[in-house]
């Protein structure tokens, strides 16, 4: 059995070591090269450059062709890839010469696909634009040796290159370019083969045969083919000459899908230097990336010019991907060019992730995500427009349907819980959030219509007003921030409570919940729409429940302003992580602590310490970090602290400081900064209040922090000093909500320190802009030869809206 070097043990050390020597290499050898002609009349002359003796690991990856993937996400699946490299991706863009980073960031990905057990191909172009470089060279070469001896060194600057005939340069570039795929492969172990074709190969039965069985044998052994037309004898391309049922090879793009076809392969990308295909020619003002295609959608295009090299174009490519879409192979259309995207574009695609423009033959019955923020846009500007009273008479119909539709919102909620429940995939605290009550329902009611009683004054209320000079006055109002995405997991009764937030501050919203909770979604946004519709604004909230992926939702930027998590402290790291130019509002980790001062109540500490904890401890607001004062061990108020915490069964944590004063302590911390989220807390001793304050700030998240003491001045020193979004004192850190703060309900709750900081409500969720009302005004009135003065003086504020 062979074996093959893992490809992270050469990346790690050799990937940028490897790029520079091999390319400065090969071009020095290129250079110094003589030129004479090598004969490789087809694929039956088939030269394997490279077989490693060295035993390799594949993973098992298994899939019957037949019909293409109906969805991204089912890519990973692929055995089978064809991948595609484009004229404009292989070559420079002076068209002389080869693109030799780029090239080796993609060999680089082909090689960790091959080590995963997948079987890659290769279709390139390049051999013209790497034997132009060669002939120029040589040319070059020959004329100034030439012009030296017999005209002098003054007219070597009026040297010209002819033009070069293509098949001349396909000549004498195919070795060259060869060469180069074997160095740069050969760096992770992997073999290569030289497959040169024409279309008579494939229209030969006898030849194809041949051509389908060599491909076999290769893959087999692990090999990567690399193919290419045979430009140097191969003739003009003949417009349409394409036969029944079978796509001619006029150019790469036809030979990849023909190929991809013929080895019944799984996947074929299709790299180029568009971002994939526009619904009308990309850099034009209304063109749109178009996410998925299917079959018959054509009509609804518009092509535009070809690329900077190469033959085809983006109708050939569409052709060719739909003539092998038909073929049972899925395609992807991507651009290999872009330096931010190049070096992971092959494997993202093949990871699922929203990459170019995907060809699927199953259109689904809904829109598209686009489509669903484009149509949320809208609705949420006729709703921002409606009258206050009419935004609240919504919320107040939701909170109805609520209570009156309890029934079948519980029974969608059984139906969840009974499938989580029997998965076993969601942990005690989960399961939890996840359950629906009626007790929960009525509360959520009671608070939708707070946020409708709310609601009278907040979009477009005047908060400034400036009279600039006379008959020219600015006002400052308050404006929906525009279309929000609200990713949520296991808490179906979020979407209500952000639903008439939207709706109460004017805001479009796009849902995407958990689907562990789907059926409870679904139930909860039926009814949402329901109440939108009696004012005409039903597209104003919308539910993502195609297979989109939340990275791939992150990178919706020119659609969505605003990103508000809810869930885990890994959620929102992860959309954080993954959102591309939109804000994220919310907070990564809830680390909550309690400070029991040496002057603290014992009434008090026990009261407030085991609601903080017990009361619901998987919320974000439960206490996380139990910090005592040092001179209440060995005393009554700390022993009941523990005793509380054993009935309660929380399991105790002791601080490095703690466990030092315990001859046996409970197991010590692994770190000072965990949120559990469940009965479990550290527990860690401070020497002061200032002490406790330095803990927090080196620790905590800045999410909500108490103190229990009965001395005032050291209460307002930690109020005042303590730099987190709720500090409280004497009170639970579980009144850190939304609903307890008045505000109706919350989207979340803010760490970050600009926009909304705590729990987020309706006024977290608008914006300002500024309205200038003018007679004719222009700002040279104002300069030292005009005739008009600023005044800048404040005007009173009126609580008229301007709705």
């Excluded at 020095?28 to 087809?42: D, M, T, W």
């Excluded at 490299?85 to 990905?109: M, N, P, W």
């Excluded at 609705?379 to 935004?391: D, F, I, V």
């Excluded at 009683?453 to 000079?469: E, F, L, N, P, Y």
């Amino acid at each position: 059995m062979l074996h093959r070097l893992s490809f992270n043990s050469v990346l790690k050390g050799n990937a940028v070591y490897f790029r520079h020597r091999i390319c400065s290499q090969f071009i020095r050898g290129v250079s110094q090269a003589k030129y004479l002609p090598v004969i490789n009349s087809s694929f039956r002359n088939t030269t394997i450059r490279h077989w490693s003796n060295i035993p390799f690991i594949t993973v098992p990856l298994s899939r019957t062709h037949g019909k293409s993937f109906a969805h991204r996400s089912e890519l990973k699946h692929a055995k089978r890839i064809v991948v595609k490299l484009g004229s404009a991706v292989v070559t420079r863009g002076d068209e002389c010469g080869l693109a030799l980073g780029r090239l080796a960031s993609i060999v680089e990905q082909v090689a960790v696909l091959q080590n995963q057990g997948r079987e890659m191909m290769i279709v390139t172009s390049g051999a013209v634009a790497f034997g132009k470089q060669r002939l120029r060279h040589e040319i070059l070469l020959s004329q100034s040796v030439r012009q030296a001896l017999h005209s002098g060194q003054n007219q070597l600057k009026e040297m010209s290159v002819p033009v070069l005939e293509a098949r001349a340069c396909a000549a004498a570039g195919q070795s060259g370019l060869m060469a180069l795929y074997e160095a740069m492969f050969t760096q992770y172990s992997t073999c290569t083969a030289q497959i040169l074709v024409t279309n008579l190969d494939f229209h030969d039965d006898q030849k194809r045969r041949n051509l389908n069985s060599t491909l076999h044998e290769l893959l087999r052994m692990n090999i990567v083919p690399i193919i290419n037309t045979n430009d140097a004898v191969v003739p003009p391309p003949e417009p349409n000459s394409d036969l029944q049922g079978v796509i001619s090879i006029k150019d790469n793009d036809s030979l990849a899908a023909r190929l991809a076809v013929e080895m019944k392969a799984d996947l074929l990308i299709a790299l180029s230097d568009v971002e994939g295909l526009y619904d009308s020619p990309p850099g034009s003002d209304d063109a749109k990336l178009i996410d998925i295609f299917y079959p018959g959608d054509q009509q609804s295009i518009t092509f535009g010019t070809k690329s900077r090299v190469g033959i085809g174009g983006m109708e050939a490519k569409v052709k060719a991907a739909l003539w092998a879409l038909q073929g049972g192979t899925s395609v992807v259309i991507a651009n290999g060019t872009h330096p931010k995207v190049t070096g992971h574009v092959i494997t993202d695609i093949v990871e699922g992730k929203k990459v170019g423009t995907f060809f699927s033959e199953v259109k689904p019955a809904g829109p598209t995500v686009e489509q669903q923020a484009e149509m949320a846009r809208s609705g949420g500007r006729t709703l921002a427009s409606l009258l206050p009273e009419q935004r609240a008479e919504i919320i107040c119909h939701l909170a109805d349907l609520l209570t009156d539709q309890k029934e079948e919102i519980l029974s969608a909620n059984k139906t969840d819980m009974e499938i989580a429940v029997s998965g076993g995939r969601l942990s005690p605290p989960l399961l939890k959030r996840l359950s629906l009550s009626s007790a929960k329902l009525n509360s959520l009611a009671i608070g939708l219509r707070q946020i409708a009683a709310s609601s009278q004054d907040s979009v477009g209320r005047v908060i400034r007003r400036t009279r600039i000079a006379n008959n020219l006055e600015l006002e400052q109002i308050t404006v929906p921030i525009g279309v929000l995405l609200v990713i949520f997991e296991s808490r179906p009764d979020c979407l209500p409570q952000v639903s008439a937030l939207a709706i109460a501050s004017g805001n479009a919203l796009l849902l995407k919940g958990g689907k562990e909770a789907s059926n409870t979604n679904n139930i909860l946004h039926q009814l949402t729409q329901e109440a939108l519709s009696i004012h005409g604004v039903k597209d104003a909230v919308q539910l993502v429940s195609t297979r989109e992926e939340v990275e791939d939702l992150c990178r919706l930027n020119q659609l969505i302003d605003l990103i508000i998590p809810r869930g885990s402290s890994q959620l929102v790291k992860n959309i954080q992580h993954a959102a591309k130019g939109i804000p994220v509002l919310g907070h990564s980790e809830g680390i909550c602590h309690v400070y029991v001062d040496s002057e603290a109540s014992i009434d008090k500490v026990i009261k407030i310490v085991r609601d903080s904890k017990c009361d619901y401890p998987a919320a974000c607001n439960a206490l996380e970090t139990l910090l005592v004062h040092r001179d209440l061990l060995r005393t009554p108020l700390f022993d009941q602290i523990i005793d509380m915490l054993r009935v309660e069964r929380v399991k105790i944590h002791a601080g490095p400081k703690f466990a030092s004063y315990l001859t046996f302590s409970p197991s010590e911390v692994k770190s000072l900064r965990t949120e559990y989220g469940d009965l479990e807390c550290c527990i860690e001793v401070v020497d002061s209040m200032q002490d406790a304050i330095d803990h927090i700030h080196k620790y905590g998240s800045s999410h909500t922090d108490v103190i229990i003491t009965e001395n005032e001045n050291t209460a307002e020193q930690f109020l005042q000093q303590l730099d987190s979004a709720c500090v409280f004192w004497n009170a639970s850190s579980r009144f850190s909500d939304g609903y307890r703060f008045g505000l109706g309900a919350e989207v979340g709750i803010s760490t970050s320190r600009i926009h909304a900081r705590g729990p987020v409500g309706l006024e977290g969720l608008l914006t300002t802009k500024w309205i200038l009302r003018g007679d004719g005004h222009t700002v040279a009135d104002f300069s030292e030869q005009g005739s008009l003065k600023y005044l800048h003086e404040n005007m009173p504020v009126t609580r008229r809206t301007s709705n």
